[in-house]
């Protein structure tokens, strides 16, 4: 902490420690460390209690000047009855986190995870007294548990490599090899992988001997042999094949995890049927094609007392299906679906649900990406005439990226509508239900993350469930006690015809009325979003920090959902396919002339930044546009051609450009969308940031980019992340992300600071 309050200093960053008018500091870099998140939202089975997770930023005991991320587990009382309402109290503390609570049926356990050893394992802790205790020992770890309806097991995930499961006679059942083939040139089947024991390896010996010592220097890690396609991971390349498989374990102490499925391919998203008969799960939907070339994902139910038996329930070529969830009463399904491959978004579909089958699916009219599907029961008022009673029926609960929120919505399953529950304002980053009542974490301009409860009865755009919210912990109390900026929404209507929404927020100088601030011109920072699906707004979590961050340091920030953004439906987001550069410039530069009008902008001081599909983005364009007088691209995607081979995303080659490299057609498209086709274009001062771990994007991008400007001698940095991976700015290692923001801002104040700051 010392060197990064001596590297504050030496930039004038101490500035915003001294109070507003208003009496109320600014925010500070290392405000980042303060910031806790609430997730993980689980209410008990009689509605009274809740679960969540909280994660915060603690100081590494052992580690001078560095940090770790810790997740504990809290309860919260829902009685109003109760005084103080609420009052959040840890259930889990310590150095290891707690995290992915569950509640048994009957409400006086809660099963959760913990890293033992370097593997996850499950916990169950007794809410009536008593310690926690662990459930299982599983070598490949376990995770996601969930309590089946009658409280006696627990199913969970777990993971296991090819070469694990090879020796493993329990997931491996006829000690088989894959039915699908693992690619090797030179091999006709998959026999190679039957190893003979009793060969020796010898480097100069025969060839089966040669092939013995060259398995051995793969085991000791002197050799990665790459044979599928999907090897690069977020930090390392993946050379062998993992696959997830479901467990079950009775609730007692030493009982034996039992796997409910085994084999080559995975299963993902289980879900409990009802009646704790049979699982819900999402598999490949063909288990003869190699899992990385297979997209396509199938609804299976599967016998949950492990006999392996399975039927496929939603199966379809060229389709995925996700995320499932089944009402209560096990008669409805509702679940995401779409197509395979191209530029699509999760749809809505709900089905009717008959044991194990299901007809009837019908795709919902709702033009979002849904997530967090949750069913709840809701009272249907019955017939006035008739004296009927009120009964209840089921409905589903989700939230989807909208318009800079992220609101709740409602729908029913007889009509097919979907209702709003909740603002664009603000975002509900979990909920969970307790009769009509739904806790949820919020995040808002105001505070960043805290827990809620409110009644969703009679809740609709206009009238939000939020607005009469009651707040149930206050972990960013100190929040209240800074000064913020608040940002204002304004549209524009773009070539397409679109509806472009932005925002724009002040100085926290000038917002804060400050009788300085109406004598000075203040520097305008574009901040753009990657994805490029993402979308940004006020109810948006990532970002909070980093916009109040800039505006204490007197930037005003603007920030658009330019086309392709996620958010505003399917065809506003495809409108950049085959169009990454000119079109989505349009957009964000019209924010960015809007902004400029403001009375408190200093023209003369723009600057841009962006990261991954948006450090594409400032380099498209700084190489097209030279009003910014300096610009930072992070973690960015350069030259599309060889991005097929530097990223785990390359996927998104084909779907948006129709093509591969080596077909003419799409690679004079993925040229003329390139910011390093117009590389000699750039003469706006760069700084370049990458993570050396960074697989996603991939650093040989931004390498090249790099040396290319400075061959040409153009004012260009670079800086590389040791370590660092592609979420390095929202969940990396926290003194790297400390360090970004001060590497923005001090190459900013290089080319646009005061005179007291370019020393």
């Not at 997770?53 to 009382?77: C, M, N, Q, V």
């Not at 493993?168 to 030179?186: F, I």
């Not at 699982?279 to 003869?288: E, K, N, S």
């Amino acid at each position: 902490m010392k060197k990064i309050l001596l590297l504050a200093a030496a930039f004038g960053l101490l500035i915003p420690y001294a109070h507003a008018q208003t009496g109320k500091p600014k925010i500070t870099v290392t405000d980042l460390t303060r910031i806790k998140q609430v997730s993980g939202i689980k209410t008990s089975p009689d509605g009274q209690q809740a679960v969540y997770t909280l994660t915060t930023i603690e100081p590494d005991a052992e580690k001078k000047d560095e940090y770790e991320y810790k997740t504990h587990i809290y309860l919260t009382g829902l009685k109003r009855s109760d005084a103080p309402f609420g009052d959040p109290k840890p259930l889990t503390h310590g150095s290891e986190s707690a995290r992915q609570p569950d509640w048994s049926p009957d409400g006086k356990s809660i099963a959760f995870v913990r890293t033992v050893k370097g593997k996850s394992q499950i916990f169950v802790m007794p809410l009536g007294g008593g310690e926690a205790w662990q459930l299982t020992k599983l070598s490949y770890g376990a995770s996601s548990p969930q309590w089946s309806p009658d409280g006696k097991r627990i199913l969970f995930t777990a993971n296991a490599s090819l070469s694990e499961i090879l020796k493993d006679s329990l997931l491996n059942r006829g000690k088989t090899v894959p039915a699908w083939s693992l690619e090797k040139p030179g091999f006709a089947t998959n026999d190679f992988i039957k190893t003979d024991k009793t060969v020796k390896a010898n480097p100069d010996g025969s060839l089966a001997e040669i092939r013995a010592y060259l398995n051995k220097d793969v085991e000791d890690k002197k050799a990665k042999v790459i044979n599928r396609l999907n090897f690069q991971g977020e930090s390392a390349t993946e050379p062998e094949l993992s696959f997830t498989h479901l467990y079950a374990v009775d609730v007692k102490e030493n009982a034996t995890p039992k796997p409910l499925t085994h084999g080559f391919y995975s299963f993902q998203a289980p879900v409990w049927m009802p009646d704790g008969q049979g699982i819900l799960a999402v598999t490949d939907r063909d288990t003869l094609r190699h899992p990385d070339r297979e997209q396509d994902a199938a609804l299976i139910w599967l016998a949950a007392d492990g006999s392996g038996k399975r039927i496929s329930l939603l199966s379809e070529v060229g389709k995925t299906y996700f995320s499932p969830s089944v009402s209560p009463d096990g008669r409805q399904l509702v679940l995401l679906t779409n197509a395979a491959q191209g530029v699509n978004a999760g749809q809505l579909a709900i089905a009717a649900l008959n044991g194990t089958s299901v007809s009837d699916l019908q795709v919902v009219a709702f033009d979002r990406a849904a997530g967090n599907l949750t069913w709840g029961a809701v009272s249907v008022a019955g017939s006035k005439k008739k004296k009927s009673p009120v009964t209840t029926a089921y409905a589903v609960f989700f939230t989807a990226s909208s318009n800079g929120g992220v609101p709740l919505y409602r729908l029913d399953p007889a009509t097919k509508q979907v209702t709003q529950l909740s603002d664009f304002d603000s975002g509900i980053s979990a909920f969970d239900l307790a009769g009509d009542q739904v806790v949820f974490a919020k995040t808002a301009v105001a505070n960043p993350s805290e827990l809620y409860t409110a009644a969703f009865t009679g809740a609709t755009t206009q009238k939000p469930f939020t607005a009469n919210a009651v707040k149930l912990s206050n972990h960013n109390d100190w929040v209240a006690a800074k000064a913020l900026s608040f940002p204002e929404k304004r549209t524009y209507k773009n070539s397409k015809g679109q509806t472009i929404e932005y925002w724009i927020m002040k100085p926290t100088a000038v917002a804060a009325n400050e009788a300085s601030a109406s004598t000075k011109k203040y520097p305008l920072l574009l901040n753009m979003h990657g994805g490029p699906t993402a979308m940004w707004g006020p109810g948006e979590a990532s970002m909070w920090h980093e916009f109040q961050y800039f505006c204490s340091q007197g930037y005003g920030v603007v920030y658009a959902n330019p086309r392709g953004s996620g958010g505003y439906g399917i065809d506003f987001q495809r409108a950049n396919v085959k169009d990454w550069g000119t079109g989505p410039t349009e957009d964000v530069l019209a924010a960015a002339t809007d902004a400029a009008k403001e009375a408190w902008v200093d023209t003369s001081r723009q600057v841009i930044t962006g990261g991954s599909y948006a450090g594409y983005l400032t380099a498209w364009i700084v190489a097209h546009d030279n009003r910014f007088k300096a610009a930072f691209s992070q973690r960015g995607v350069y030259d599309l051609t060889t991005f097929m081979g530097e990223g785990n995303a390359w996927r998104l080659v084909p779907n948006y450009f129709g093509g591969y490299p080596w077909q003419k057609q799409a690679a004079d498209v993925l040229e003329a969308n390139s910011p390093y086709t117009f590389v000699e274009n750039i003469k706006t001062p760069l700084l370049i940031k990458h993570g050396e771990n960074d697989l996603r994007t991939g650093v040989i991008q931004s390498e090249m980019l790099y040396k290319s400007l400075k061959i040409l001698g153009r004012p260009v940095e670079y800086v590389r992340m040791p370590g660092g991976t592609h979420e390095m700015s929202r969940s990396g290692n926290v003194r790297q992300r400390i360090d970004r923001m001060l590497r923005i801002y001090e190459f900013f104040e290089r080319y646009i600071g005061e005179k007291n700051n370019r020393q």
